[in-house]
């Protein structure tokens, strides 16, 4: 039977979001397109999602609502 190290998996999985975070990020700054910050929010969210528990994540997005709906 096959051991898993949970923390080398948790480890790579949050260096892998971190950086994509990081690469997108960096992307925006240098277009100052509306696209690319928002591909840089979205790394970002995926990036704390690692760190938030399950009902973290649901209220968080329960608050994320449309633009149009906030009105």
Do not use: C, K
């Not at 260096?15 to 591909?39: C, V």
């Not at 938030?52 to 709906?69: C, G, I, K, Y």
Request: charged letters at 25%; proline letters at 1%.
């Amino acid at each position: 039977m096959a051991v898993i190290d949970l923390q080398s998996h948790r480890s790579a999985a949050l260096e892998a979001a971190w950086e994509a975070y990081a690469s997108a990020a960096r992307r925006a700054q240098q277009t100052l397109t509306i696209e690319d910050g928002i591909a840089a929010g979205a790394a970002w969210r995926r990036f704390l999602d690692l760190h938030m528990t399950a009902d973290q994540r649901q209220r968080l997005s329960a608050a994320m609502l449309p633009m149009e709906l906030r009105r």
